[in-house]
């Protein structure tokens, strides 16, 4: 499927970006400038574990530069089709159009009382999230969201230690029912686990580049992470935030659509709707002030880029040589149609 009629959208959003200052998110504050939004880097190259082949200098010099100085950047040459891209944002819209009764069936049990909903027996933090269940600097966030994580195999190492009796930390039955339980996949919509489920072999697949690249520009040898990511614990958090008015933006108890927060993990890929502007922003490296750049989607060479930024742990291993940068989402203003997002956590 060609998303031709889909990229015209997004032309005229190419290689510019919206700053803003933390003193507020109203768009009359925010000033247009004519500069490219993020590095654009192409992973084509990193498709292949050979490390005898000829890997693209330039292209890991410019990706060692984004993660140190930006920790955001755009992927192309990812691998994945824009059919694939546009149709799990579809399913993802279809899930949150259903009746509030239903998504509710579906709700994680870190948010309801087991008395009064039939959640279903999923597993700790899966499922569904109303607006405002979800908290960041002690805000409401203004999106609803449905998580999924991996499902481990009855015979995962990880399944089998965690089922063993002599558990006793007390903390340790919470973490456990997170790590082996099982998705809420709604019954509805029969499309939404066929399309996520090739949607995360995907971008597995993407975040296997992605790692390969970044390893060589740490001089490391290509496959040196391979070991951490061949049986990664992954998360998929399916989001839509709502058009607010200009001035609901933010309120005592409502922030943003989501809070500025870092991301916990390796890498995370953004998945959101090409038409969405002025949404998520990132936060610069100016130190003398609180200054954002708006990552709206684009598309290269009638391919669609995914957002990709930097988590915590690489920032860890690197001793922040490589920044998890801090961001947030904006919620869309009306006239504006709500936004969907279906980040992968890799």
């Known amino acids: 499927m060609r998303s031709s009629s889909l990229l015209k959208h997004i032309t005229p959003f190419l290689n510019r970006t919206w700053y803003r200052h933390a003193s507020g998110l109203a768009q009359s504050e925010l000033v247009l400038h004519n500069t490219p939004v993020l590095p654009l880097i192409d992973f084509s190259a990193f498709a292949s574990k050979d490390e005898t082949n000829h890997y693209p200098h330039d292209i890991i010099e410019k990706l060692a530069n984004a993660c140190e100085h930006v920790g955001f950047f755009y992927a192309i040459g990812h691998g994945i089709s824009n059919e694939l891209l546009l149709r799990t944002l579809s399913v993802t819209r279809q899930l949150f159009d259903l009746d509030l009764k239903i998504k509710n069936q579906y709700a994680s049990r870190l948010f309801v009382n087991s008395s009064n909903i039939n959640y279903q027996s999923g597993g700790l933090g899966r499922g569904y999230q ?29 399944r089998l230690q965690f089922n063993e009796k002599n558990l006793t930390n007390k903390t340790l039955p919470d973490y456990r ?29 993407a975040g296997a580049r992605v790692m390969r ?45 989501c809070g500025e927060h870092s991301d916990y993990g390796w890498l995370t890929f953004v998945n959101q709707d090409l038409d969405s502007h002025n949404c998520l922003h990132v936060r610069t490296n100016d130190r003398s002030k609180a200054t954002y750049i708006s990552a709206d989607p684009i598309v290269v060479e009638e391919q669609i880029a995914l957002t990709c930024n930097i988590g915590d742990i690489i920032a860890f291993i690197t001793k922040n040589k490589y920044r998890s940068t801090r961001h947030c989402v904006v919620s869309p203003v009306k006239p504006a149609r709500s936004r969907i997002s279906t980040p992968f956590f890799f």
């Open 177 to 205: 029912e997170m790590a082996i339980g099982w998705n809420l996949w709604p019954k509805e919509l029969p499309l939404f686990k066929e399309t996520i489920t090739e949607y995360t072999t995907a971008m597995l697949q």
């Open 130 to 158: 109303s607006i405002g269940e979800n908290v960041t600097n002690s805000r409401r966030d203004r999106h609803e969201g449905f998580d999924l994580y991996r499902e481990l195999d009855s015979n995962h190492p990880l």
């Open 213 to 257: 690249a970044i390893a060589l520009s740490l001089n490391l040898p290509l496959n040196y992470f391979e070991s951490t990511f061949n049986d990664s614990f992954w998360v998929i958090r399916c989001i839509r935030y709502p058009p607010v008015s200009q001035n609901k933006i933010q309120s005592p108890e409502y922030g943003e659509g």
